[in-house]
């Protein structure tokens, strides 16, 4: 990874406030969006397109990576939906910055059509037969003369309905051992591809989930992202800027729904005063803001470390404790939110219908919450495996 030398670039003082004001007009637009459309119209806010260009160069320091937070904060502030505000932090950080940072710089021929939004990226490596065990997988990459022949099925996969790049992971060895996989990145384009129609999801909705078979298809060694045998290293640095960043995803919507709250108590009238004026009723909200404030203390602080040199391998650990903190986070905030309106909750368009199965999925994404403890008490020592 490297930290930038250059002359300190001029970023906002504030950059979740900028992003915000820029966010605001567009936001009401998005919902009812078509992703591709909404994608692009986030992109073209200046904000996001400075971010999406700090993360196309793969460098870090300078604050590039706690600027990219804080724009990511404020787009959700605004109001931006979360299943986009879930894709863009999902392809900036698990995606662009690990990509480009990678000694192939492997997307710098894809930067323009990246930037304005014409290329979508995805990160595919679930499959049916199983998420957790990646080294289970069947996707498997058959050597041929002139390079590989892919074939298998990713499922779950974020945004791949509409992926116009796709960066997968293949077996490329049968026996199951740690170099037995290997990443590449592939058009969606390339014959032997084909990509599903949308999975009707009940979490992140305004982002399409779906699958991607490849039969046949055609690979080279200038698909593969780094050495054949790598394909698991590279995972685990994919995985672990997730792990450390993407639960930032999150914290805009949560200072959002706090005013909501707040606004919401305060007018609303029980028992001849105001909700908002029940001590009880009151404390759910200060344990909004405290559940916020510790989530986006700790994704702030992994960003800073990330922009200080740290390796991103030496935050492996660090970044599971991180994603399972803010997953559970999440979810204590959704189930103490959505009471504090009542019916309204669990009414579809109301604007304060509940998220509470987006925040479910959240244990489940980027390494589920319980295989992340059985790394981490590994970590401490303990002779556990999955
Ligand atoms: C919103 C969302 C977005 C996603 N986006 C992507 C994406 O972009 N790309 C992609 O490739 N995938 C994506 N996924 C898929 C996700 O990575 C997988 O769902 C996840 O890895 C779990 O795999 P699985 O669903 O096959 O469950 P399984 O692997 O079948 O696991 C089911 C449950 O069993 C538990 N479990 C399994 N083995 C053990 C064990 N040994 N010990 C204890 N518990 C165990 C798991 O923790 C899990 O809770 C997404 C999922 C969601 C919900």
Redesign the pocket.
């Known amino acids: 990874m490297t930290v930038s030398t250059r002359a300190p670039l001029t970023r906002p003082a504030d950059a979740a406030s900028t992003a915000g004001a820029e966010a605001a007009e567009i936001a009401p637009k998005l919902a009812g969006a078509d992703f591709r459309s909404a994608w692009r119209t986030l992109l073209a806010l200046p904000s996001v397109s400075a971010v999406m260009a700090d993360s196309l160069r793969g460098e870090v320091g300078d604050g590039a990576v706690v600027n990219a937070v804080g724009v990511i904060e404020g787009l959700g502030r605004a109001g931006v939906p979360n299943g986009l505000v879930?894709a863009l932090t999902?392809q900036i950080f698990?995606v662009q910055w690990p990509l480009s940072a990678s000694a192939r710089s492997p997307l710098e021929p894809y930067r323009d059509g990246l930037l304005d939004g014409s290329i979508v990226l995805?990160?595919?490596?679930?499959?049916?037969?199983?998420?957790?065990?990646p080294l289970s997988m069947r996707t498997a990459a058959t050597p041929t003369d002139d390079g590989y022949r892919i074939d298998g099925r990713?499922?779950?996969?974020?945004?791949?309905p509409e992926a116009d790049l796709i960066l997968t992971f293949a077996r490329t060895d049968a026996a199951r051992h740690p170099f037995a996989l290997s990443s590449f990145l592939l058009p969606a384009d390339r014959p032997g591809i084909a990509r599903s129609e949308p999975f009707a999801?009940v979490?992140?909705p305004e982002v399409p989930?779906g699958a991607i078979d490849f039969t046949d298809v055609a690979a080279s060694d200038a698909d593969l992202v780094a050495a054949e045998g790598s394909g698991l290293a590279f995972l685990t640095s994919t995985t672990t800027w997730e792990r450390a960043l993407l639960m930032g995803y999150a914290v805009g919507g949560m200072g959002a729904t706090i005013d909501r709250a707040v606004d919401w108590l305060r007018d609303r009238e029980q028992f001849g005063r105001s909700l908002g004026a029940n001590p009880l009723v009151a404390s759910h909200v200060a344990d909004l803001a405290t559940i916020r404030h510790r989530v986006r203390t700790l994704v702030y602080d992994m960003a800073r470390r990330i922009d200080a040199g740290t390796a991103i391998s030496a935050l492996a650990t660090d970044a599971a404790q991180v994603k399972i903190s803010c997953a559970q986070d999440l979810l204590a905030f959704e189930s103490a939110a959505a009471p504090l309106f009542g019916a309204r909750s669990v009414i579809a368009d109301s604007p304060h219908a509940g998220q509470l199965t987006t925040a479910v999925?959240a244990?489940?994404?980027?390494?589920?919450?319980?295989?992340l403890r059985?790394s981490i008490a590994r970590d401490l020592g303990l002779p556990v495996e999955?």
């Open positions: 879930y999902s698990g995805c990160h595919a490596l679930t499959e049916e037969t199983g998420g957790s065990d990713k499922a779950y996969v974020t945004a791949a999801k979490a992140l989930m999925a244990s489940i994404y980027a390494g589920s919450n319980d295989l059985v999955n």
